[in-house]
C-alpha cells in the first residue's frame, strides 16, 4: 500500500510497566485507542483504520500478553505489519524486575503469566516472548522512575504534534547514582563541571532555575560541551530520518540528577529547537533526593 495520513502506533512491553497509562495519554492527544487487541487481528485492525479514516486517523493498537490465546508471535504480527506499508510505530514499555514486583505486590495481583510459580518467574516468561518485539522498538520507555503524570507527559510530548512523522528528540536529564537511562541513544556525561551542591545557596536549588543554570553554563567548557552535542546531534538527524527512526533520546548525567545534568539538557533542548528540531526536556530524577 502506498504512504497515507494514517498514524498507526502499537503499544506493547511488561505487565506492570504502565501501558494502561500510555493508552489514556494517547487518547488525551486524539489517537483512537483499542485496548488488549489480540495480535492476530493487528492487520485488521490497521486496514480499518485506514479506511475509516477521520477519528481513526490516530489508531492505537494496545497489545498484550492475554492477546497469546490467539497468537503467540507478537513480533511477526509487527513484522507483517511494516511489511504491508503501514509503518506504525512501536512503543514498549518496560521496568526493573524489582519495580514490577513491588507494583504488582502493592495492588495484591499475580503475574498473568506465573502460574503456580512466583511474580519473578512469570515476569522472566514475559520478558523471554517479549525480546523480538522489544527489538523492533521505535521507543523504549522504562518507567522504573516515572510516575504516572511523568509518562503521560512523555507520551503527549512524543505523540501531540500533528507532524507524527518528524523525528522528536528527548532530551533527559539523569543521576548515574540511579543508573543509566537504558532508552538512550546518546549519553553525556557532565560531571566534569563544578558541581553546585558544594556550593551552599545553590545547594537547594534545581538546575531548572536561573541562579543554577548560570552558574553551570558558566563553567569553563560548559558552552563549548553544549555546543559540540547540539552539533553532533543535529548532524545525526537526517540519517535516523531516512533510517526510519523517529524518536531520539539524549541522555545528560550528573551525580544526582539534581543540577548539572538539568541545566546542560534545558539548554541543549533549547538549542535545538532553535536549530529546527522537535525537542523537549525531560528530568527523570529531579525530587528524588
Known amino acids: ?19 494502561s497509562t500510555v493508552a489514556r495519554a494517547l487518547e488525551n492527544v486524539g489517537f483512537y485507542v483499542v485496548d488488549n487487541l489480540p495480535q492476530a ?32 508471535d507478537l513480533a511477526e504480527a509487527i513484522r507483517e505489519l511494516k511489511e504491508r506499508g503501514y509503518a506504525p510505530r512501536v512503543v514498549f514499555v ?15 495481583r499475580s503475574h498473568p503469566l506465573q502460574g503456580e510459580g512466583r511474580l519473578a518467574d512469570g515476569i ?21 522512575h516515572l510516575n ?15 507532524d507524527a512523522r518528524k523525528l522528536r528528540l528527548t532530551v533527559i536529564s539523569f543521576g548515574f547514582k540511579y543508573g543509566l537511562p ?56 537526517a540519517g535516523f530520518e531516512r533510517e526510519g527512526k523517529r524518536y531520539l533520546t539524549v541522555a545528560v548525567g550528573c551525580t544526582g540528577g539534581k543540577h548539572r545534568s538539568v541545566a546542560i539538557a534545558e539548554e ?6 532553535r536549530a529546527g528540531l522537535a525537542a523537549n526536556a525531560q528530568h527523570r530524577d529531579l525530587g528524588r533526593e
Open 268 to 273: 541543549l533542548a533549547a538549542r535545538l529547537r
Open 41 to 72: 487481528l493487528l492487520l485488521e485492525m490497521a486496514e480499518l483504520a485506514v479506511k475509516a479514516g477521520g477519528a481513526a486517523r490516530r489508531t492505537a493498537m494496545v497489545l498484550d500478553v492475554r492477546s497469546r490465546a490467539f497468537s503467540t
Open 182 to 237: 537504558p532508552d538512550a541513544d546518546f549519553v553525556l556525561d557532565a560531571r566534569f563541571l563544578p558541581n553546585p551542591y558544594w556550593v551552599p545557596e545553590l545547594r537547594e536549588h534545581t538546575g531548572r532555575e536561573e541562579a543554577v543554570s548560570a552558574y553551570v553554563l558558566g563553567q569553563e567548557g560548559a558552552d563549548t560541551f553544549v555546543s559540540a552535542y547540539a552539533d553532533l546531534v543535529g548532524a545525526t538527524t
Open 94 to 108: 518496560d521496568a526493573d524486575d524489582e519495580v514490577l514486583i513491588r507494583r504488582f505486590e502493592s495492588v495484591r
Open 124 to 144: 522472566a516468561v514475559e520478558r523471554g516472548l517479549l525480546e523480538e518485539a522489544r527489538d523492533q522498538a521505535d521507543v523504549i520507555i522504562d518507567t522504573s
Open 148 to 162: 504516572v503524570n511523568q509518562l503521560r507527559r512523555r507520551i503527549e510530548e512524543l505523540f501531540g504534534g500533528e
Open 1 to 19: 500500500m502506498g504512504e497515507t495520513d494514517t498514524t498507526l502506533v502499537v503499544v506493547t512491553g511488561l505487565s506492570g510497566g504502565g501501558r
